[in-house]
């Protein structure tokens, strides 16, 4: 997937939700966790689970298939699961 600005989004695709985190994961721990995922899985996720797009709407601002996008989305839920669930055995 390639990048895409915040200006070149359409209009109604803009306006973003902050990520909401739990009270006893610190922030920056989600932060850097996604921060590190690959950058397709990066804006998939982001723009399904946190801007709240249908997968049709980011096919169509990102020119990726459905499944792909789909795809993305899974594993980059599985990568932040994984950092989750570390940080919660640790403590």
Same mark, same amino acid.
């Given at each position: 997937? *390639? &990048?895409? *600005?915040?200006?070149?989004?359409?209009?109604?695709?803009? =306006?973003?939700?902050?990520?909401?985190?739990?009270? =006893?994961? &610190? +922030?920056?721990?989600?932060?850097?966790?996604?921060?590190?995922? &690959?950058?397709?899985?990066?804006?998939? $996720?982001?723009?399904?689970? $946190?801007?709240?797009?249908?997968?049709?709407?980011? *096919?169509? $601002?990102?020119?990726?298939? !459905? &499944?792909?996008?789909?795809? +993305?989305?899974?594993?980059?839920?599985?990568?932040?699961?994984?950092? !989750?669930?570390?940080?919660?055995?640790?403590?």
């Amino acid at each position: 997937m *390639a &990048p895409m *600005a915040h200006d070149e989004l359409p209009g109604q695709f803009r =306006t973003m939700r902050k990520p909401k985190t739990t009270a =006893t994961m &610190p +922030s920056k721990r989600i932060e850097g966790a996604t921060d590190r995922l &690959p950058q397709g899985q990066r804006e998939a $996720v982001l723009l399904k689970d $946190v801007a709240g797009l249908s997968y049709q709407q980011i *096919a169509t $601002v990102s020119g990726e298939s !459905i &499944p792909a996008i789909k795809s +993305s989305v899974r594993q980059a839920r599985l990568s932040l699961q994984e950092t !989750i669930n570390r940080f919660y055995c640790k403590h």
